[in-house]
């Protein structure tokens, strides 16, 4: 009985192996690379083994590079057309170069045949191309980790990961990083930059049609939050043997794309366990002294040029300063080609007028004293001393100059300083101002701001306001007049003759000859003369001197100089 107990035992235990053997996936494969060598993959485009390191792209541009496992690897059963599950785990670093900027990634993939054809560079990651880019007949699918935020592609960000089947269109994907357990155990997001060098482990698990993606810094524990969690049917993607391995690509765009273990098993989930984390290789850039870094040289560079440019500017104005005090001749600058009369030094003006006395005084106009005096040889002079807090008035007063030098005048009284007079009576008297107020601008300049700014009417004095019973376009009418009697260029001012005849209401036809002067005062502040004035003066729709004349009311002005006058 013995004999046939034994005989029993080892039929049994015969049976329970085939048993086992039959029960066991027949496609079951796993394989472990802490290092790499020449055998271990197989190797397309720019790809290399150096010491022991996966380096799938350098920092050269326009470059793909492919690494696969030397032999295709089944993915579905033979008599299912239901996946096989799979587990990978790898390490990888992507680091910058210092010659470009960064780009573009690289992918773990899945493909049906090996080699490059039908792949292209740049934001293709060496994964497809143009033209097949969404085509089911591709049979492919990766996690693509992305460092270039391509528009085409609807990428989430420049730092990210994605799921992609068939499609450089992620049909799922994140920012890269992990999630951490923070206080009172709630998860908090943390960002891993894909391309600064660093090493980080990545743990992809394929199960009941759903795709898990985790990573943290290599050496670390994994994170119990998956980063990318999503549901895939890849049953019509794989077929029954697929080649599985990793891609990347530069375009314009460069840097180094780098795997030094990988792990894969389409048996065991914990493959990825038994990847070494400790003593690896850094491929992070090394930082550069601040003193030595582009920005600070550069930095230090154009600091240098401005201030020695600076320098020299203020040489040169010191020297042309100093120059100006000796020589008597001096050059003419542009602007005073137009009102060129004279050029007297000041030394000699502060001579003529007694150091500016007060005893010189002789009146005082819109922006300053008034000071007569005289040169030597005897030539009597007015001098119009204009005060540096002054905005403007200097311009002015030289287009006064400029006419009274051209026109040789002598000086005395004439029709056009009438006419001035009576300009600057109706603004005083329509404003309620003195023409020369202390710490205020001079009230032509006050009127011609608030004509430009189209606030004409606000001039009006408040206590007429106050009464009412008056005519907005009557009140800005009157102070047209009032301005193109005070006008700098007396040849721009209208005759006595034409003062009175708008005063009077007249609505006479055209002007008599010799008074054919066109009174539009946006033609008038277009002039050459008026130009440097103002420098953008809203004349549209100012009226011409005829219309004032013709719509004018004569009793709106005697009324107001009767009552202020």
């Not at 528009?151 to 068939?166: A, R, T, Y």
């Not at 005084?361 to 204009?386: D, E, H, P, S």
Request: with cysteine.
């Amino acid at each position: 009985m013995v004999p046939q107990t034994n005989s029993f035992l080892i039929t049994t235990t015969f049976l329970f192996t085939l048993l086992r053997i039959h029960l066991q996936p027949i496609s079951a494969l796993d394989f472990i690379f802490n290092t790499f060598n020449s055998s271990s993959l197989l190797l397309y485009g720019n790809s290399t083994i150096q010491s022991s390191t996966l380096t799938l792209t350098s920092a050269t541009t326009f470059s793909i590079g492919r690494a696969l496992y030397p032999h295709s690897v089944p993915t579905k059963p033979h008599d299912s057309i239901h996946p096989l599950p799979f587990s990978t785990s790898f390490i990888f670093s992507v680091s910058p170069s210092p010659h470009f900027l960064p780009g573009h990634g690289f992918a773990f993939v899945f493909a049906p045949s090996s080699g490059i054809n039908g792949t292209s560079s740049s934001q293709h990651l060496g994964l497809l191309n143009f033209t097949n880019d969404g085509n089911s007949s591709n049979h492919m699918f990766a996690v693509k980790f992305d460092v270039f935020k391509n528009q085409e592609f609807n990428d989430v960000s420049d730092n990210h990961v994605g799921l992609n089947v068939n499609s450089l269109t992620s049909f799922a994907a994140h920012d890269a990083g992990y999630w951490a357990v923070g206080e009172q155990g709630a998860l908090k997001f943390r960002e891993l930059k894909l391309n600064d060098g660093e090493n980080y482990q990545v743990w992809i698990d394929y199960f009941d049609s759903k795709v898990n993606v985790t990573m943290a810094r290599a050496g670390k524990a994994r994170p119990a939050m998956p980063l990318i969690n999503a549901s895939v049917d890849l049953s019509a993607v794989f077929l029954d043997q697929m080649f599985v391995g990793f891609c990347a690509a530069t375009g314009q765009l460069a840097e180094s794309h780098r795997i030094l273990s990988w792990s894969f098993s389409n048996s065991n989930s914990s493959i990825g366990d038994a990847l070494v984390t400790s003593n690896l290789p850094s491929f992070v850039p090394p930082k550069d002294s601040v003193l030595r870094s582009k920005g600070f040289i550069v930095g230090v560079s154009i600091g240098g040029v401005c201030v020695a440019g600076c320098g020299v500017a203020i040489y040169v104005v010191l020297i042309q300063r100093k120059r100006g005090k000796k020589e008597v001749g001096e050059d003419i600058e542009n602007w005073e080609l137009e009102y060129w009369p004279h050029r007297i030094g000041y030394e000699e003006i502060y001579t003529a007028t007694n150091g500016f006395s007060e005893e010189n005084v002789m009146g005082y106009g819109g922006n300053g004293k008034v000071y007569k005096g005289m040169l030597v040889g005897g030539t009597k002079i007015a001098v119009k001393r204009i005060s540096h807090e002054t905005g403007h008035g200097v311009r002015e007063f030289l287009a006064e100059v400029s006419s009274l030098g051209r026109s040789g005048s002598n000086g005395r009284a004439s029709a056009q300083t009438d006419v001035f007079g009576f300009g600057v009576l109706v603004l005083e008297v329509v404003c309620g101002q003195k023409p020369v107020e202390e710490r205020k601008p001079g009230l032509i300049d006050w009127v011609w701001g608030l004509k430009e700014r189209g606030n004409l009417s606000s001039a009006l004095d408040e206590r007429l306001k106050g009464k009412g019973g008056y005519s907005e376009e009557e009140v800005v009418r009157v102070l047209h007049l009032g301005l193109l009697c005070a006008y700098p260029d007396p040849n721009n001012r209208p005759m006595m003759r034409q003062i009175l005849k708008v005063l009077e209401g007249s609505s006479e036809g055209n002007q008599s000859a010799g008074e054919g002067v066109e009174m539009n005062l946006l033609d008038i502040t277009r002039s050459p003369t008026r130009s440097h004035y103002r420098q953008n003066i809203a004349g549209v729709g100012h009226p011409s001197y005829a219309d004032i004349r013709e719509s004018f009311s004569s009793f709106y002005v005697a009324e107001r100089v009767r009552r202020y006058c």
